[in-house]
T-cell receptor, first 111, second 115 residues
Framework: QKEVEQDPGPLSVPEGAIVSLNCTYS??????FMWYRQYSRKGPELLMY????GNKEDGRFTAQVDKSSKYISLFIRDSQPSDSATYLC???????????FGQGTELSVKP | SAVISQKPSRDICQRGTSLTIQCQVD?????MFWYRQQPGQSLTLIAT?????????ESGFVIDKFPISRPNLTFSTLTVSNMSPEDSSIYLC????????????FGSGTRLTVV
């Protein structure tokens, strides 16, 4: 069993839809949770950074962490074609410690 | 957050040769990491580059195959040695500042093809 599980998709939605991306994990020691966006042929770009449980909102993006269920989510509101990319969840035990990634979910937003 | 320059951006190499990838950060950072991303796959950590000491390698990766240097707090190199076609992949450098909430920054990657 992988430490971090993420549905690889692909996921296709119409423009303006709400997108929900999810990851589950097995290591209860993870405390720092991140979502990255990766465009084709580019390095990952940090979208959201969350410590412990709770919600964090930044514009159209909301990250949720439920440590009791070992489950994290990223919601994208009013999705745009420019949101089409691969979204990777990642987590670490310590701040600045090694990062463990999910497999990534490929998202396509159709105009 | 830090900005990372990674080079080369891509290369095609003959099997049996070695390639050194450079990673330059625009500010001093405590942590630097090297990842591999195979086509259509996620990122796998190769090693943590430690300043002034030997790198810490993850299971399945060894120093003879992936020697790493980190002479100071802004620069690191990864060498892929004695390459085979199975080494064809994207190699990514990452940096983080321990004790901050800035997350991890990534370079744009080196796309390596071994023929």
């Amino acid at each position: 069993q992988k430490e971090v599980e993420q549905d690889p998709g692909p996921l296709s939605v119409p423009e303006g839809a709400i997108v929900s991306l999810n990851c589950t994990y097995s290591n209860s020691a993870f405390q720092y949770f991140m979502w990255y966006r990766q465009y084709s042929r580019k390095g990952p770009e940090l979208l959201m950074y969350t410590y412990s449980s709770g919600n964090k909102e930044d514009g159209r993006f909301t990250a949720q962490v439920d440590k009791s269920s070992k489950y994290i989510s990223l919601f994208i509101r009013d999705s745009q074609p420019s949101d089409s990319a691969t979204y990777l969840c990642a987590m670490s035990v310590n701040q600045g410690g090694k990062l463990i990634f999910g497999q990534g979910t490929e998202l396509s937003v159709k105009p | 957050s830090a900005v990372i320059s990674q080079k080369p951006s891509r290369d095609i190499c003959q099997r049996g040769t070695s390639l050194t990838i450079q990673c330059q950060v625009d500010s001093q950072v405590t942590m630097m990491f090297w990842y591999r991303q195979q086509p259509g796959q996620s990122l796998t950590l190769i090693a943590t580059a430690n300043q002034g000491s030997e790198a810490t390698y993850e299971s399945g990766f060894v120093i003879d195959k992936f020697p790493i240097s980190r002479p100071n707090l802004t620069f690191s190199t990864l060498t892929v040695s004695n390459m085979s076609p199975e080494d064809s992949s994207i190699y990514l450098c990452s940096a983080a500042q321990a004790g901050t909430n800035y997350g991890y920054t990534f370079g744009s990657g080196t796309r390596l093809t071994v023929v």
